[in-house]
Every structure is written in C-alpha cells, then in structure tokens.
C-alpha cells in the first residue's frame, strides 16, 4: 500500500522543492509536476506526485489524524 502525504511548499529550487508538513520539514523532487511557493502537493517516497487543493490537503490531513488516533 502506497500513502501520499500532503504538504505545503514553501520553496522551489530547480526540480527540488521544500514541504512543510505540519512543520516537518522535507526536500522533494518536484519533476514530476509543476509546483510553486504555496502550492499544496502530495508526496510520496520524496517525490512530488501532484497537486491538491487546500480544501482536499486539509481533508486528507483530517483522514490521517483519524486514522493514528485508532492505531491503525
């Protein structure tokens, strides 16, 4: 099973971007698709899989939070 995190981007140098997720830090290969300051992004195995919405980045994170809270 594959789970792609979302996260912000706070900076983009070349094809690496910076992601903040809920102030953990990451760099991320961002060649996949393209990204800018601000974007919300899932992220998988380091690399940039695509964009998401705010709205969705917020659910998905929500869904996460949940799911820890059962151990599962």
């Known amino acids: 099973m594959c789970v792609a995190l979302p ?32 974007d919300w992004v899932l992220v998988h195995a380091g690399c940039i899989l695509q964009t998401v919405s705010s709205s969705e980045a917020e659910e998905l994170t929500d869904i996460f939070r949940e799911v820890e809270k059962l151990g599962v």
Do not use: H, M, W, Y
């Not at 971007?17 to 601000?38: C, E, H, M, R």
């Open 7 to 38: 996260g912000r981007v706070t900076a983009v140098e070349g094809r690496v971007a910076t992601v903040d997720f809920s102030g953990n830090i990451v760099q991320a290969q961002a060649g996949l698709v393209p990204v800018k300051p601000g």
